[in-house]
């Protein structure tokens, strides 16, 4: 699996922003993020029909994930950003989902990462 992120930047505090990640077919597929000096986290999750989206609390009501199975492509619309939203951004594919979207072991594929830096 081949995935491709992109979209990241720099905004100001209460901006939007929107990722895009393009994979090689259909699978299970997430967003993770790292801070600097933080262990790595999940974001959000989606379903192979985009009929179930899964997200953390730290950005339920803000983020939404979506995804265009015609493009093979998932997105990651985030809204009302925070200083404490700036992290590398990963996007992530389960060709096998066992049930742990939460979880990086869940995922077998993993893009390469793009930067969102959030001023306040």
């Known amino acids: 699996v081949q995935l491709q992120a992109s979209g990241g930047g720099l905004v100001q505090a209460g901006d939007s922003l929107r990722l895009s990640c393009t994979a090689s077919?259909?699978?299970?597929m997430g967003w993770f993020r790292q801070a600097p000096g933080k262990e790595r986290e999940f974001v959000a999750a989606?379903?192979?029909?985009?009929?179930?989206?899964y997200y953390s609390d730290s950005v339920k009501g803000r983020f939404t994930i979506s995804r265009d199975n015609a493009k093979n492509t998932m997105y990651l619309q985030m809204n009302s950003l925070k200083p404490g939203d700036t992290a590398v951004y990963y996007c992530?594919?389960?060709?096998?989902?066992?049930?742990?979207?939460?979880?990086?072991?869940?995922?077998?594929?993993w893009g390469q990462g793009t930067l969102v830096t959030v001023s306040s």
């Open positions: 989606i379903s192979r029909s985009g009929a179930r989206t």
């Open positions: 077919g259909i699978y299970f």
């Open positions: 992530a594919a389960d060709r096998k989902y066992g049930g742990s979207y939460g979880y990086q072991a869940e995922y077998d594929s």
